[in-house]
């Protein structure tokens, strides 16, 4: 049922008729519907004591929902977004912070099972998420928003992107691009 929520949500956000919707609207429908209900649903499919009864083909199909509905609007609008800094950097900070809890996720083993995913499921996800993370830096740093420089939004993303251990050693390179 909530993986149909986030996709519904996801799929009003990227018709074309949403340019009409006011940027606070908007910022607010990307900041605490999307994001906030990928950000639980990645929670709640990690959670080793769910009970959820998927398996793991299912939670890597709404992994990769979460993942979606969680870069997706932000980018389609980010030209958008980048006429309020402040709705901007309020999201921006949201999806690192959705960004940096999925890639510290691990895969846990009970009795030869892992609960929720594989590693090589996890692996897969990861870099999925990395694939979306990197674009949307690379297309912040294109736009002049996240370069290496002084800006509070710069240094907030950049130190939450260090902190991450799964990507430290790409974050040379992403500065560079």
Not at 38 to 48: C, G, H, K, N, Q
Not at 112 to 121: D, E, I, K, N, Q
Request: hydrophobic fraction near 40%; glycine fraction near 2%; charged fraction near 25%.
């Amino acid at each position: 049922m909530r993986q149909h929520a986030i996709s519904m949500c996801t799929d009003a956000l990227l018709d074309k008729h949403v340019n009409e919707i006011p940027l606070k609207d908007l910022s607010t429908a990307l900041h605490s519907i999307c994001i906030v209900m990928a950000e639980t649903r990645i929670s709640e499919l990690f959670d080793p004591n769910s009970k959820l009864k998927f398996d793991h083909e299912e939670i890597m199909i709404e992994l990769e929902m979460c993942i979606s509905s969680t870069f997706k609007p932000f980018l389609q609008y980010i030209k958008r977004l980048a006429t309020s800094p402040k709705d901007l950097g309020m999201i921006w900070l949201s999806v690192l912070k959705v960004s940096a809890e999925l890639l510290s996720k691990e895969s846990y083993e009970k009795d030869g099972t892992y609960f929720p995913l594989s590693p090589s499921l996890l692996h897969a996800t990861k870099q999925l998420a990395t694939e979306h993370l990197r674009n949307a830096v690379m297309i912040l740093m294109a736009k002049g928003i996240c370069k290496d420089t002084d800006s509070e939004l710069s240094v907030l993303t950049w130190s939450t992107l260090g902190n991450i251990s799964y990507i430290q050693e790409m974050i040379p390179e992403w500065k560079n691009m």
